[in-house]
């Protein structure tokens, strides 16, 4: 009995430390400014802009490349991409080239690339690249295709919704970029913005005697790429919940008028993003705080954002922005907690050196194991290559491997638990058939070519692959039209006609 509890007990502390963690080291600086971007996405960007580009009736070799390319130029996980693709999605864009967006975005953004590429290999980072946006562009496709009829639905709904809405002024043209490059500063890893350019020592040892205590609360084992709270992080997660206090007070009712309490949580948002900018490391006499490129740059944004928001934008493009940011956080943040402290328990559950018997080969059980790995073992960017190099260690085969980097940034609990909430349970659990099918399908492409097949034969399959989807693409559209078909009046004949 008492076994059990301990058991109970370990596991809930897991899950536990596991949201601690993820909270204090990658909700702010990358999620917030998420938030916030999909907030002025829906509020300040008329439908038609974004439509031009991914609207359902785009052509594809517009729509489809355009998604790719956006999700190619942000450095953000899953978590981080869900609020982007929200907003785009919510803005008026089509089903398919918003599910290209959030496939390829987290999959094979430059950072994930080029860190996969450093650790690992540029062979298996092309191979990434390569399977990831000619199969997140076929996705985009099958699911376009399958829900016509909603993606249809869903277009009309934008319209009666975001009708009349005048073009995009400058002044939010500017303060969405001012938002983006708030986004980029807190997330690129570069020389600029990792240098510390002065440093100021604080003789406050209850610091790290704080942060000692912490490590102790919350165990980690950093080789399972499991990440502790430290002291920054406890004070972090603090700020959240003051943050989370002060919005329920001045946005859930914004629509009745900006108060004092909305000027209260913009503020410590601001506040909390540069906090979390700043480089703190305790030592036994003191605290170190580093200012580097990154808090400056976080610096700068904040106070670009905070001298447009009251100046530059009108009070109900003020109001409809914040409030869009809040609707976005009470829909998806909750899902995110729920996700991250379960994936925190089955962590624990789960041992990589499982690894070498079931995925040391180049299977389709091998393969597919690989992406189960990668809803349960969910790691953020620039965690999930070292942890593949773990993998790889421990006798994972590189084919696998690839299938686990494919699949890890698209289909973790919490990110498919945030989709069905956006799109719906239906188109949720499609979308994640899909990406497990594809995912097994690249790692054993991959995985052929490492073990010596010919790159003309493995892109033979390849292209008997896609020729496979196409077929069923084509199959899909044919039994589409022909309901389409008999859906329609039948025409009344001359003889019925004079009978009326």
């Not at 993606?151 to 934008?158: E, L, V």
Request: hydrophobic share 55%; aromatic share 12%.
């Amino acid at each position: 009995m008492n076994t059990t509890i301990d058991f109970i007990i370990q596991l809930l502390n897991s899950g536990l430390g596991n949201l601690a963690a993820y909270l204090a080291a990658h909700v702010l600086l990358c999620l917030l400014p998420a938030f916030y971007i999909a907030g002025a996405m829906t509020a300040l960007i008329p439908k038609e802009t974004i439509t031009r580009f991914l609207g359902r009736n785009t052509p594809k070799v517009i729509s489809y490349p355009a998604a790719a390319a956006a999700g190619f130029l942000l450095a953000v996980c899953s978590c981080t991409v869900i609020p982007l693709f929200a907003g785009i999605y919510k803005k008026g864009a089509g089903l398919g080239p918003a599910i290209t967006f959030l496939f390829v975005a987290p999959a094979v953004n430059i950072l994930a690339l080029s860190y996969t590429g450093a650790v690992i290999g540029m062979d298996l980072a092309i191979a990434r690249l390569v399977l990831s946006l000619a199969f997140g562009i076929g996705v985009g496709v099958l699911m376009a295709v399958i829900f016509r009829k909603d993606d249809a639905a869903h277009d009309k709904a934008t319209d009666a919704m975001f009708a009349g809405q005048a073009s995009m002024r400058r002044s939010s043209v500017i303060f969405l970029l001012a938002l983006v490059a708030l986004l980029v500063i807190g997330t690129f890893q570069i020389d600029l913005l990792k240098t510390t350019y002065f440093q100021l020592d604080l003789p406050l040892q209850w610091v790290n005697r704080f942060q000692e205590n912490l490590f102790a609360l919350v165990p980690f084992d950093p080789a399972r790429g499991e990440e502790g709270v430290t002291a920054q992080g406890a004070i972090l997660i603090g700020m959240l919940v003051l943050i989370g206090l002060a919005s329920w007070k001045g946005l859930e009712k914004i629509h009745d008028g900006i108060n004092a309490w909305t000027w209260i949580a913009t503020g410590l948002v601001g506040l909390t993003l540069l906090i979390a900018a700043l480089g703190v490391s305790p030592y036994p006499g003191g605290v170190a705080l580093q200012f580097t490129g990154k808090f400056i740059g976080v610096l700068l944004s904040i106070a670009l954002i905070g001298w447009m928001l009251p100046t530059q934008l009108a009070q109900d493009e003020t109001r409809d922005f914040l409030w869009e940011t809040w609707r976005f956080i009470k829909q998806i943040f909750p899902l995110l907690i729920v996700g991250v402290f379960a994936v925190g328990i089955i962590r624990e559950l789960i041992r990589p050196e499982w690894i070498q018997a079931i995925a040391g080969e180049n299977t389709l059980v091998g393969n597919f194991v690989g992406v189960v790995f990668g809803v349960f073992m969910y790691f953020p960017t620039l965690v999930e290559v070292p942890i593949a190099q773990m993998f790889l260690g421990l006798g994972m085969h590189r084919g696998p491997l690839l299938a686990y980097l494919i699949s890890d940034p698209e289909l973790s609990l919490q990110s498919i638990l945030i989709t069905a909430s956006i799109i719906g349970r239906k188109k949720a659990w499609v979308y994640v058939g899909w990406v497990a099918l594809f995912s097994t399908i690249a790692g054993l492409l991959y995985g052929a070519w490492v073990d010596g097949t010919a790159i003309g034969l493995v892109a033979l399959y390849l292209v008997m692959f896609l020729g496979f989807v196409s077929l069923v693409f084509w199959i899909i559209g044919r039994i589409g039209a022909r309901r389409n078909t008999s859906d329609l009046p039948k025409p009344t004949s001359i003889d019925e006609k004079s009978k009326i």
